[in-house]
């Protein structure tokens, strides 16, 4: 599973940064800005509906946005496959365990960013 | 300028794998690694780094991860239990670093981290020798009670190598994954040393099985900072593609090595990264 999201991730970046040189902008920003170390892009402005809808424009920076977000999302579906593994083993400690963990990070990436 | 970009994209690429062949065999996830080389060789700012950093936390935990899970190193119920422990450290951590910043005591929290460090390496020095082999009749009389139990098939050593891990043991790591998370949450890093410290100081485990265990602790603590710096604008994409391609790179040639490397190896390797 974990191989799979990693073959993902890699091509997604892998063919993000040959668009971007390609076309030379992404996300209607040019390239000499995404390549800039000391401005960068602000990432908070993209949505994943919007990165989504460049993607299939074989957009370069929304591809780049697709890998890494895939990437973010491969231990929370490690974790909850592992919950799935404990209940098919009726194993209640680690269910309780599995699951507090899934809560706690649906905590950190759906509640905290909007309080802070 | 096509130049001075290739240029840059050749330095992060190298400094990505060797930052994931480290932390692949370290199970220190990398950030540890990388933030400093890019601060030091391409000036980059340090928001930047840390958000690459952490990226390539999750890249090198998951890399690595999925070839140990295949040689089943890593000891799943023991993730579980020092995950949840962290996660809930890093909310607890993250809330109170939002109440600190308000006020000007900031600059106790990295003092508090640097000793925790020395700690975790202190400790991890004392417990280093009379492992890799003990009887296994003397860990059956110990593990009476609750306790975690595994093994693991170790090709160096040509030797399946057993492992408990106690009820008081379990409960301590997992106060220290509780402290360890609330660092995490506060400083915004993965925590891997930490981890190390909990799986390998406290738990005992073959340092192997310590090892690959933290990588996949660490790919769950940095994703969770990683999406909150995504939000808040942290993230540079091109910068963090490039070093992750790397960090895959250097991840997966440390996952072939790792079941041929000799434990006492990763242990002075890795003393030697708390020293820096």
């Not at chain 1, 424009?57 to 490690?78: H, N, Q, R």
Request: hydrophobic content about 55%; charged content about 10%; proline content about 3%.
């Amino acid at each position: 599973m974990l191989k799979y999201g990693v073959i993902i991730t890699a091509i997604f970046l892998i063919s993000g940064l040959f668009l971007l040189f390609l076309h030379g902008e992404g996300m209607g920003i040019p390239l000499s800005r995404i390549v800039n170390l000391k401005l960068g892009v602000d990432t908070s402005l993209f949505s994943i509906n919007s990165v989504l809808h460049y993607d299939a424009k074989l957009d370069g920076l929304s591809f780049i946005l697709t890998g890494l977000l895939a990437l973010i999302a491969i231990p929370i579906v490690m974790v909850a496959i592992n919950l799935v593994r404990f209940i098919i083993e009726k194993d209640r400690l680690y269910i309780a365990l599995a699951a507090i963990t899934l809560l706690n990070l649906m905590i950190a990436i759906l509640i905290i960013p909007r309080v802070v | 300028m096509m130049i001075g970009i290739l240029f840059q994209i050749f330095i992060v690429l190298v400094c990505a794998y060797v930052a994931g062949l480290l932390g692949g065999l370290l199970g220190l996830g990398g950030a540890v690694v990388l933030t400093p080389l890019l601060t030091i060789f391409i000036d980059l700012p340090i928001q930047y780094a840390a958000g690459i950093s952490l990226l390539s936390a999750v890249g090198t935990s998951v890399t690595s991860g999925y070839r140990y899970l295949k040689l089943k190193i890593p000891d799943l119920r023991i993730f579980l239990f020092m995950v949840s422990a962290g996660t809930t450290g890093a909310i607890i951590g993250s809330f109170l670093l939002y109440e600190l910043m308000k006020t000007e005591y900031t600059w106790i929290l990295y003092i508090v981290f640097s000793i925790v460090m020395y700690i975790a390496a202190f400790f991890t020095v004392k417990q280093a020798p009379k492992r890799e082999m003990e009887p296994l009749s003397d860990r059956l009389n110990k593990s009476k009670g609750f306790s975690i139990q595994g093994k693991y098939f170790d090709p160096a050593l040509h030797l399946y190598v057993d492992y408990y891990v106690g009820k008081k043991r379990i409960f301590e790591s997992w106060g220290v994954m509780l402290f360890g998370g609330l660092m995490s949450g506060l400083l915004g890093i993965g925590g891997g040393p930490i981890n190390m410290f909990a799986l390998y100081g406290i738990q005992s485990l073959p340092i192997k099985v310590a090892s690959a265990t933290s990588n996949l602790i660490v790919g769950v603590t940095a994703s969770t900072s990683g999406s909150i710096y995504w939000q808040f604008g942290y993230i540079h994409p091109f910068l963090s593609a490039v070093s992750i391609i790397g960090i895959i790179a250097g991840a997966l040639h440390a996952s072939y090595l790792l079941p041929k490397t000799k434990g006492s190896t990763i242990k002075i390797v890795l003393l030697s990264v708390f020293c820096i």
